[in-house]
Structures are given as C-alpha cells and as structure tokens.
C-alpha cells in the first residue's frame, strides 16, 4: 500500500481506512492532499479486494476545509480554476468510487471538509463534530459540490440557511435535518463506522455500485432515462458471480457469499 505524507491509508477486513493525517492544522485539504487522495481513490476502485472506504481525521477536527495558509493572497482567475479544477477532481473521484463510503466525522467538517462528509454515502459523526458552510464569511460562494448537495439532502429552504448564513450546525441537528445519516457518542464512532463498512463489504458491491451511479445522478435524470440504467445494470449484474451466488443461496436457503465479483 502507497505511504503518504498527510493520509494514513490502513485496510481491515476489507475496508480501507483514510485517515486525513495533519491534526496540528486541523487537516486541511491543501493541494497535496487533495493530489494524495486522488491517488488513493484511484488505488481503491482499481484493487477488487477492497470493496468499502471509511473516511476520518485525525485528531480533533474531521476537515477544517481548505488551505488557510493562502487565504490573504486574492488569487487570479488562473489561480481559481487549477485550484477549484483539482479540488472538483477529488469531489468527481469520491462520488465516483463506485464501492460504498462511509465518512467518520469526528470533529469539526468546515467548508470543504462539510462538503468531503456529504459527498459520502453514509456520514456517521460524533456528538461532538460540527458541520458549517464557512464559505459565505468569506464573502464567496459555498463550494466543493455544495450547492448541488444540500438540496438533495435537506430540501432548498434549508439549504439557503446554511449557505446564505454560514450557520455552525451540531451533529444532533445535522441528524434531525437529514444533513447526516446518524450521531453517535465519540467512543462508539468508528466502532459504528468499521461495523458499517464490514457489513457493506459483504454485500454484493459491484450492485451498490451500480446503484450509486445512478442515485447520484437521479434528480437530474427522467424516469425513461432511469428505467433504461436499470435494464443495462441487470444485463451486466446478471452475469456477475455475486448474482449467481445469490440465487445459489436463495435455493439452499443459506445467507449469501458475495464477493464483488
């Protein structure tokens, strides 16, 4: 498995495990991290053997957004788009990993550390993390696929508080407004994250994958161009291991072996 210098990439049962690795600043997602992950995002969708993600920072704070040490300097529009280019490469290559991903918010997700959360399938966070689009204290506009996220997750009047207001939200309000899936006490975090994670990579994930392509892409999409996803999904997905496996199990009544495959 590739070192790096601001992820520590593990693997369990599995499950791989990315943990963003620069607590002093409260992991920010710098240029070379973002390089980093993307790399690492592509190792993972091409190793078979490694069928979900698990994403955390260490520390106290999940992602504290982008890079403060450049905030000051007002960038050129050159400057803008290589930077936004390389930070909506990451976002395309997360959403993308078609194997399902689970964020482990265990401290403050800022800015585009909020948005790295909510590009996930899942987002379990401690009571102790904080959720905040910062961006509008920056006189700028929320970015990092926010704007196309919180509608989808928490309904447009909601999402014009969040982005207008730059409001902090707690975990127990993130869950009651659907902004996550679920929080949970700071010692039962990863513990729910990694039981997760175990319990989706026993499934059939090449399906999840399927599935999140189009999920992903459902607001977007009518029903006629859903409808034809689905007949091509079941062409290939019936021709799978996994599918063969399933009816297998179904006839000897016994719980399934998938193996993404």
């Not at 026993?202 to 161009?225: C, E, H, S, V, W």
């Not at 034809?228 to 009544?253: F, P, R, S, Y």
Request: aromatic share 4%; charged share 25%; proline share 4%.
């Amino acid at each position: 498995m590739a070192l790096y210098q601001n992820l520590i990439v593990e693997e369990e049962s599995n499950v791989v495990i990315l943990t963003l690795n620069n607590p002093e600043r409260r992991n920010p997602l710098t240029e070379e991290t973002k390089t980093e992950m993307i790399a690492a995002l592509k190792d993972i969708g091409n190793n078979a053997s490694q069928r979900s993600l698990v994403i955390t920072g260490k520390g106290k704070a999940f992602c504290a957004g982008g890079d403060l040490k450049k905030i000051g300097k007002i960038p050129t529009e050159k400057e803008i788009r290589q930077i936004m280019g390389k930070s909506q490469e990451l976002l395309k290559s997360l959403m993308g990993l078609e194997k399902p991903v689970i964020a482990a918010v265990n401290g403050d997700a800022y800015g585009m550390g909020c948005n790295l959360a909510l590009a996930s399938d899942f987002v379990l966070a401690s009571h102790q993390a904080r959720f905040c689009e910062v961006f509008i204290k920056l006189g700028i506009t929320p970015d990092f696929g926010a704007l196309y996220m919180l509608p989808r997750l928490v309904g447009l009047w909601k999402s014009k508080e969040l982005a207008y207001l730059g409001r902090v939200v707690e975990a127990k309000e993130a869950e009651r407004i659907g902004l996550i899936t679920r929080a949970l006490p700071p010692h039962e975090l990863m513990a729910e994250a990694m039981a997760l994670a175990k319990k989706l990579a026993q499934m059939p994930t090449q399906a999840i994958g399927r599935a999140k392509r189009i999920l992903n892409r459902a607001f977007q999409m009518t029903l006629d161009d859903v409808l034809e996803e689905e007949i091509k999904n079941q062409i290939h997905l019936t021709q799978t291991k996994d599918h063969a496996e399933g009816l297998k199990a179904l006839m000897e009544k016994r719980k399934p072996v998938f193996q993404g495959k």
